[in-house]
């Protein structure tokens, strides 16, 4: 059962943010949602979630968006 739901807000590099918060907080896990992107649009901005999952020191669960 999920203890606590967190949302804030911070500025700076959203992935390293994310994980320090998660670190602080000693969180279980992250759940992060995803937009489905085109590969080109992915290597040019980044994508949080991957660099979610490099930075974090707890399981990030990742869960995408419908197809429309």
């Known amino acids: 059962t999920a203890r606590a739901v967190l949302k804030d807000s ?3 590099m959203v992935p390293q943010e994310i994980a320090v918060k998660a670190d ?3 969180a279980d ?3 992060v949602g995803a937009r489905r992107r085109s590969l080109l649009s992915a290597a040019l901005f980044g994508s949080v979630s991957l660099g979610l999952m490099r930075r974090a ?3 990030v ?3 995408h ?3 429309r």
């Open 10 to 12: 911070a500025r700076g």
């Open 24 to 26: 602080e907080l000693r």
């Open 29 to 31: 896990a992250i759940v």
């Open 57 to 59: 020191n707890c399981p």
């Open 61 to 63: 669960i990742v869960v």
């Open 65 to 67: 968006t419908p197809a």
